[in-house]
């Protein structure tokens, strides 16, 4: 028997030592630590942080109105994960809670952590359904034609700052990923949401101007941010419905599709590049921002977890791989495609393609 074998007593069998089931453990613990934190944004943890500075567990006790155990518990918790620093006996937000998770802040991310603690995880929680039934778990296709239609107002709500939230910092991503957008003129953002994509662009390059693409109740919400954001004279809103519409606007030689290819099936994929293809000028060029499988479909991890998730949201969506996106747009008719790796939130590549 070598030194990495164990003896199971009284089984007569063999196991190796280097295989353990702590793996499997921590994918169920990654779990605990998801709701650790959303339960802290939902009690405003980064923000009492922020206001006073830090806080002991014992003034943690009084702002949080908890008791002194589950304080001690969830600051503790909160610095291993990495949400805290301490110091001594006080803790404070680490950088990365203070930069995204104290409510106020430009680039706010815990819009999307409330939007998955109430709607998502109760969708998650019905997984094996979904997989099942290959039908969405967060909202019933019975009773509403899509998961962006109004539906309940705090959902409504919920969605869209989440959706802000991670598109802001796609935005930032996207420009210092693709400064030739300093030389185009227009841009398009299809399924835009409420306008930080196109918002951060327009910051970014000075000369550009931009326009949201979306259903008409979202570019209320987008006029909104933009006009907050002090780009209502630079980026505009344009209604529409690209699965309804039988063009998209022209005007634009740049169209950008932000985690967009997603939520939809193939076909229904193929037909917005087709429309996006008709609606550019020659050397107009498609931005396309995915989190994309390798080719064996084996990873990454992300992007197959963000695909499990359209089967939880959607009735068609998946992630598929950037050879995918490339023979669409290749069958489109676009030309001059190319990947550019990149790390956003559900985004790690941006493909750029010409119309020729």
């Known amino acids: 028997m070598s030194e990495t074998d164990v003896n199971v007593s009284g089984v007569g069998e063999y196991i190796f030592a280097n295989l353990t089931p702590i793996p499997l453990f921590e994918l169920i613990t990654g779990g605990w630590a998801a709701r650790i934190f959303a339960a802290a944004v939902e009690m405003d943890l980064f923000g009492v942080m922020n206001r006073s500075g830090g806080l002991t ?18 600051l503790a918790a909160c610095a291993s994960l990495g949400l805290l620093d301490k110091r001594g006996d006080v803790y404070t937000n680490s950088a990365i809670s203070e930069e995204f998770l104290v409510e106020g802040k430009p680039y706010y991310f815990g819009g999307f952590v409330r939007y998955a603690e109430r709607r998502q995880y109760p969708g998650w929680h019905n997984l094996p359904t979904a997989l099942r039934t290959n039908r969405p778990t967060t909202w019933n296709p019975d009773e509403q034609d899509t998961v962006f239609d109004r539906g309940d107002q705090l959902v409504v709500s919920m969605f869209w700052e989440a959706m802000h939230s991670m598109s802001s910092f796609t935005g930032r991503v996207l420009t210092q990923a693709l400064p030739d957008l300093a030389r185009r003129k227009a841009l398009l953002d299809v399924g ?8 951060e662009a327009c910051r970014a390059f000075p000369d550009l101007r931009a326009a949201v693409f979306e259903l008409p109740f979202v570019c209320e919400i987008a006029a909104q941010k933009i006009t907050a954001a ?8 344009e209604a529409g419905d690209f699965n309804v519409d039988e063009e998209l606007p022209a005007g634009y030689d740049t169209i950008s599709l932000s985690a967009v290819l997603h939520d939809w099936d193939e076909q229904t994929g193929r037909t917005l590049l087709e429309k996006c293809f008709r609606a550019l000028p020659s050397g107009g060029k498609i931005v396309i921002l995915e989190d994309l499988l390798n080719e064996a479909r084996t990873g990454p991890a992300r992007a197959a977890l963000v695909g499990i998730n359209m089967l939880v949201e959607t009735e068609g969506g998946k992630n598929y791989s950037g050879g995918e996106y490339t023979a669409w747009l290749a069958a489109t008719g676009f030309d001059d495609i190319a990947t550019i790796p990149c790390q956003s939130v559900t985004t790690n590549s941006i493909i750029v393609a010409s119309k020729p």
Do not use: Y
């Open 57 to 74: 567990c014992e003034q943690a006790e009084i702002e949080l109105k908890i008791a002194d155990r589950p304080a001690d518990l969830l």
């Open 192 to 199: 835009g949401g409420s306008g930080a994509l196109a918002i």
């Open 230 to 237: 002090g780009f209502g004279e630079r980026i505009s809103t």
